[in-house]
T-cell receptor, first 113, second 113 residues
Framework: DAKTTQPPSMDCAEGRAANLPCNHSTISGNEYVYWYRQIHSQGPQYIIHGLKNNETNEMASLIITEDRKSSTLILPHATLRDTAVYYCIVRVTARQGAQKLVFGQGTRLTINP | KAGVTQTPRYLIKTRGQQVTLSCSPISGHRSVSWYQQTPGQGLQFLFEYFSETQRNKGNFPGRFSGRQFSNSRSEMNVSTLELGDSALYLC????????????FGPGTRLLVL
């Protein structure tokens, strides 16, 4: 399974853009990159996903490099409520289309006032 | 639309007992996946069910099992509980197997004494 590497922790000032990097150098051509976040041991919350094009939604933007070996999640205007553990995940599709999410250790993002 | 619900939210058991956890997916979702989260191992995939059939299985011993009902609700069972089974058990649902986003429930926190 493709693995991801993320920095264990990051800090960001409130109101600034938070840029969270992820390395997935062994990703295969048909594997998607997903981002989830987890606040206080609640269930992970879906943020965004992409295959090879950059993506944007109401929560964040996802920038994927052309070789697909790394990506960056951007929270454009971070707030204190964005403090969480952020997981960059490669979704592996197994036989018959079955899927699973392979989680790494994530990045603990702290937004400072 | 209501999210993924899991019951019970908290549970305390003793070694050797068995436990059954329940997951109700988002209405219309037919795929249910289970994950275990511990401080040491992080989030790990247990299994996925679609149309009452197990489609994918993680690397867990046979003490961990699950099933899915015709209404897409799912249960997972852990027999002969060990101290190391103490964890947050998370359920995620998606509309179907394959290329669909998984949405997580709040989890069931299991403590084995």
């Amino acid at each position: 399974d493709a693995k991801t590497t993320q920095p264990p922790s990051m800090d960001c000032a409130e109101g600034r853009a938070a840029n969270l990097p992820c390395n997935h150098s062994t990703i295969s051509g048909n594997e998607y990159v997903y981002w989830y976040r987890q606040i206080h041991s609640q269930g992970p919350q879906y943020i965004i996903h992409g295959l090879k094009n950059n993506e944007t939604n109401e929560m964040a933007s996802l920038i994927i490099t052309e070789d697909r070996k790394s990506s960056t999640l951007i929270l454009p205007h971070a707030t204190l409520r964005d403090t969480a553990v952020y997981y960059c995940i490669v979704r592996v599709t197994a036989r018959q289309g079955a899927q699973k999410l392979v989680f790494g250790q994530g990045t603990r993002l702290t937004i400072n006032p | 639309k209501a999210g993924v619900t899991q019951t019970p939210r908290y549970l305390i058991k003793t070694r050797g007992q068995q436990v059954t956890l329940s997951c109700s997916p988002i209405s219309g979702h037919r795929s249910v996946s289970w994950y275990q989260q511990t401080p040491g191992q992080g989030l790990q995939f247990l299994f996925e069910y679609f149309s009452e059939t197990q489609r994918n299985k993680g690397n867990f011993p046979g003490r961990f099992s699950g099933r899915q009902f015709s209404n897409s609700r799912s249960e997972m069972n852990v027999s002969t509980l060990e101290l190391g089974d103490s964890a947050l058990y998370l359920c995620a649902s998606s509309t179907r197997e394959g290329l669909e986003t998984q949405y997580f429930g709040p989890g069931t926190r299991l403590l084995v004494l």
